[in-house]
């Protein structure tokens, strides 16, 4: 059974960074596009940055230049890892960030970790 956990969320000053980590675990064939979504109180969950197996990279307007996706697979290990880094921090970063892996044809997501910048 496949599973992702992430980690690295926090509470962060304004302009502060935060590493948000998800590793993929379990009986694992082939990964194909992975993905951060979060989730702002009151608000409906959205998509902020993707990151393809062939390496393509798309973000949410509002992150870029600031966020960064980057994925290590670790097949040897079968433990498949994409990472979120997040620079300059703004309160509207807040919520729970999610992350998703296209996993042998199906989607997995893991349990999410809140993110909250303070002002």
């Known amino acids: 059974q496949v599973r992702l956990a992430e980690s690295g969320g926090g509470l962060v000053q304004v302009g502060g960074s935060l590493r948000l980590s998800c590793v993929a675990s379990g009986n694992i064939g082939s990964i194909d596009a992975m993905a951060w979504y979060r989730q702002a109180p009151g608000k409906q969950r959205e998509w902020i940055a993707s990151?393809?197996?062939?390496?393509?990279?798309?973000?949410?307007?509002s992150v870029k230049g600031r966020f960064t996706i980057s994925r290590d697979n670790a097949r040897d290990n079968a433990r498949n890892t994409v990472y979120l880094q997040m620079n300059s921090l703004k309160p509207e970063d807040t919520g729970v960030y999610y992350c998703?892996?296209?996993?042998?044809?199906?989607?997995?997501w893991g349990q999410g970790t809140q993110v909250t910048v303070s002002s």
């Open positions: 990151i393809t197996s062939a390496g393509t990279i798309s973000y949410l307007d």
């Open positions: 998703t892996q296209y996993i042998d044809y199906r989607d997995y």
